[in-house]
């Protein structure tokens, strides 16, 4: 399965991409990247014959993988081209992803430029399930035990040094 997953990754990267790296996955799989439009593309085996998981995600910054995006189960014996066609939806779809949601614009905004930004407040976190809620956050009563372990040994430690006589 390793090499017609190879043999289809090679055919499918010199359609998609001039610029590409072909290499094996650690879980038997084939994955292209192509660096020069921060996008990676992986055929891994289902089990199945003739089948294949492809998936696409980005290339972060400094050259590491971001979790798959998209992912699909395509049939093998198709030819170069339906799976090229397939591949660039899937990778239409992580672009699609990756660029931010347009906001309001700073720009001309006076005052704006020196001013801190405010961090907002802690939202509250969900109440896990048999447990009552924390109003405050205070010292529970075995840190103030290990604390006064603690203390117990300091104090033990400097009166062995400096609590004795000397002649």
């Known amino acids: 399965m390793y090499a017609q997953l190879r043999e289809k990754a090679d055919e499918l990267a010199g359609v998609l991409w001039r610029e590409h790296t072909v290499y094996r996955e650690r879980g038997g799989g084939v994955v292209i990247r192509g660096e020069h439009v921060r996008r990676w593309i992986s055929l891994a085996p289902t089990g199945g014959k003739?089948?294949?998981?492809?998936?696409?995600?980005?290339?972060?910054?400094?050259?590491?993988?971001?979790?798959?995006?998209?992912?699909?189960?395509?049939d093998l014996t198709a030819g170069t081209a339906e799976l090229a066609t397939v591949c660039r939806r899937l990778l239409a779809e992580v672009a699609a992803a990756a660029e931010p949601a347009p906001g309001p614009s700073r720009a001309g905004r006076p005052g704006e430029r020196g001013r801190k930004k405010e961090k907002p407040g802690r939202t509250a976190r969900a109440a896990r399930p048999g447990r009552r809620p924390r109003r405050e956050r205070h010292t529970s009563p075995g840190s103030w035990f290990v604390l006064l372990c603690v203390v117990a040994v300091l104090g033990a430690w400097l009166y062995s040094l400096f609590g004795q006589y000397r002649y």
């Not at 998981?53 to 699909?72: K, Q, S, V």
Request: glycine share 12%; no cysteine; charged share 30%.
């Open 50 to 74: 003739d089948r294949a998981l492809l998936r696409a995600g980005r290339i972060l910054d400094g050259g590491t993988t971001a979790p798959a995006r998209t992912e699909m189960v395509v």
